[in-house]
Structure formats: C-alpha cells, structure tokens
T-cell receptor, first 114, second 112 residues
Framework: DGGITQSPKYLFRKEGQNVTLSCEQN?????MYWYRQDPGQGLRLIYY???????QKGDIAEGYSVSREKKESFPLTVTSAQKNPTAFYLC?????????????FGPGTRLTVT | SQKIEQNSEALNIQEGKTATLTCNYT??????LQWYRQDPGRGPVFFLL?????KEKRKERLKVTFDTTLKQSLFHITASQPADSATYLC???????????FGTGTRLQVTL
C-alpha cells in the first residue's frame, strides 16, 4: 500500500534535547512538507522540499532543521532553540504537476517536551 | 496582511440537514483552493480541489463553490450524517511554489 509513515506516534523529550521526527513516503512524490499544528491555530508550514537535496523555509522555520537526501525521506529535527516545541507535527507530500496538487498526510507525531 | 478565515466556533446540525462551512480569504489571489477533512489525532485527508476558473464543483453529497470576487469558498454537505462529524480545513495555493496555506478549520458535529 502506498502512503506516508511517520514515527513515532508519540514522543517525549526533556527540554534542551534535540529530537528527530521521521517521515517516509512510497508515493513517488517529489514534494514533501512539514507542518506544525497547535490547538486553534491550524497547520503552519515549517519547511518544504520540492526536489532531493533542496528545501526551503516555511513560515515558522526557526528552531527546526531538515534534510532531503533521498526522495522518499524528509526527517525533521526539532532543536533546543525551538522555544515551544510541544505540538502535533504532520508530514505531507504531493506531486508537483498540475492535477497532482492534493497533499497526502501522514498520521502525525505528537511531541511533548518537558 | 494575508489571512484565511474559517469559523472557529463548532457547527452543530441535525442529521439530514445541510451543513455549510465558510472559508474567506484576504490579500491572496489563489490559483486553486482545497478542502480537507481531519479527524481528532489524525492527519488531514484531501476532499476536493477547485480552481480559480471554476465556480462550483460537486462530489456525491458535497458541493463546493469558489467566488474569487467575494474571496470566499463555501463547502456544503447535504443530507448530513453523524459520520460527517470532523474538522474541515480549507487551504489555498498563494500563487508561489505550490505550497499551501491552511485555515484554522471548522469543527462540524452532526447529531441524531
């Protein structure tokens, strides 16, 4: 079955630690995205990548980093510089051609930092 | 400034009635607009895309309109069912780089 997987579903970390969230897709999509969702604020774009070895900052990139070494994978690192890291993180992907604009989302990772 | 507004208050309707959700935007000229459904604790699921040159689109019990003059999209679910209960998000392509900007979503609750 094609789709997007995110792991783990729940993640707990102590303040000051970096943490990496995994996102893998087998849909052969060129573009991948990371969003953060907080209650009442909808989805906010952190980083996105339209091609391997290239990525761009979204609206709230500070305190986060990404890599895109393979088409299938787009891991997100939440660094200790992120002031409010506790949130629900969603990864998505889509094709870049007309007619393939809908984004496919993973199940999300809920990160709690204490 | 650019804004997408969806009614943050939950919409409660009775089974069988038509639910209408609203998405208003300012200072965007989107090439298209999308609607997604999100259940609690899960990722959003794509529902429908409507382009700037399309005024209306239908899919089963769903009708979506897109008025680029009013800068508004309406999402209608007819003959609503309790299974339609979820949060519905609108998202638009702001004209650059094929990324999406999402609204905050409206929670729909359909009761028996």
């Amino acid at each position: 079955d094609g789709g997007i997987t995110q792991s783990p579903k729940y993640l707990f970390r102590k303040e000051g630690q970096n943490v990496t969230l995994s996102c893998e897709q087998n849909l052969n999509h060129d573009a991948m995205y990371w969003y953060r969702q907080d209650p009442g604020q909808g989805l906010r774009l952190i980083y996105y990548s339209q091609i391997v070895n290239d990525f761009q900052k979204g609206d709230i990139a500070e305190g986060y980093s990404v890599s895109r070494e393979k088409k299938e994978s787009f891991p997100l690192t939440v660094t200790s510089a992120q002031k409010n890291p506790t949130a629900f993180y969603l990864c998505a992907s889509n094709g870049v051609d007309r007619g393939k604009e809908e984004q496919y989302f993973g199940p999300g990772t809920r990160l709690t930092v204490t | 400034s650019q804004k997408i507004e969806q009614n943050s208050e939950a919409l409660n309707i009775q089974e069988g009635k038509t639910a209408t959700l609203t998405c208003n935007y300012t200072n965007y000229s989107p090439a298209y607009l999308q609607w997604y459904r999100q259940d609690p604790g899960r990722g959003p699921v794509f529902f429908l895309l409507i382009r700037e040159n399309e005024k209306e689109k239908r899919k089963e019990r769903l009708k979506v309109t897109f008025d680029t003059t009013l800068k508004q999209s309406l999402f209608h679910i007819t003959a609503s069912q309790p299974a339609d209960s979820a949060t519905y998000l609108c998202a638009l392509e702001p004209g650059t780089a094929s990324k999406l900007t999402f609204g905050t979503g409206t929670r729909l609750q359909v009761t028996l």
